[in-house]
């Protein structure tokens, strides 16, 4: 069973635009929420994260938004640029499993 | 600040073949995970280390995957005898603190094809 979603496998920006990549989860249990970027042939490299304390976080051009009501978190890049393509990884952490569960992925691409 | 190293970067096996994989965390990080990667899915956590002690490996697959952390530092993931579905990349990952939703810096991954 899939406890973190990310729906949508790609997603296509122009450069300058807001780029939205959305994540889903289903246990109200998960109390820490992080995104995480991965570029070809390199690991994922920590984004961005925020706590079930708070409904937004920003940093820069990143701003992660938690709905826990509707169990749903987004990450906001504005303004995007071509370096922010990449796959964004959406992980849900909780004390009570003591790990990290990431989504499938969204892959951004965002062209000039 | 090095990253954290990971060998080999790419290995292609046949079915029924033993495989290892190594790991050098960054300097200093007591907390040690392997995820493993198939096409199309987010890392799945394998096993994590707390220095050389195991903390949790629920999710590997113990009677084919084996993993060690001799002396709190380099660990190495096995396979023995690997099968189609391991095809994946196997990433490593630590953390300087124990426990909690702390960063986690991943290595590049070592790319595994079982034929």
């Known amino acids: 069973d899939q406890q973190v979603k990310q729906n949508s496998p790609s997603l296509s920006v122009q450069e300058g635009r807001i780029s939205i990549l959305n994540c889903d989860y289903t246990?109200?249990?998960?109390?820490?929420f992080l995104w995480y970027k991965k570029y070809p042939a390199e690991g994922p490299t920590f984004l961005i994260s925020?706590?079930?304390?708070?409904d937004k976080n920003e940093d820069g051009r990143f701003t992660v938004f938690l709905n826990k009501s509707a169990k749903h978190l987004s990450l906001h890049i504005v303004p995007s640029q071509p370096g922010d393509s990449a796959v964004y990884f959406c992980?849900?952490?909780?004390?009570?499993?003591?790990?990290?569960?990431f989504g499938a992925g969204t892959r951004l691409a965002v062209h000039p | 600040e090095a990253g954290v190293a990971q060998s080999p970067r790419y290995k292609i096996i046949e079915k029924r073949q033993s495989v290892a994989f190594w790991c050098n965390p960054i300097?200093?990080?007591?907390?040690l995970y392997w995820y493993q990667q198939i096409l199309g899915q987010g890392p799945k956590l394998l096993i994590q280390?707390?220095?050389?002690?195991?903390?949790?490996d629920s999710q590997l697959p113990k009677d084919r995957f084996s993993a060690e952390r001799l002396k709190g530092v380099d660990s190495t993931l096995k396979i023995q005898p690997a099968k189609l579905e391991d095809s994946a990349v196997y990433l490593c990952?630590?953390?300087?603190?124990?426990?909690?939703?702390?960063?986690?810096?991943f290595g590049p991954g070592t790319r595994l094809t079982v034929l």
């Open positions: 990952a630590s953390s300087l603190v124990a426990g909690g939703p702390h960063e986690q810096f």
């Open positions: 246990n109200s249990m998960f109390d820490y």
């Open positions: 925020i706590s079930s304390i708070k």
């Open positions: 992980g849900v952490f909780s004390g009570g499993y003591n790990k990290l569960i």
């Open positions: 300097s200093g990080h007591a907390t």
């Open positions: 280390f707390q220095n050389n002690g195991v903390v949790d």
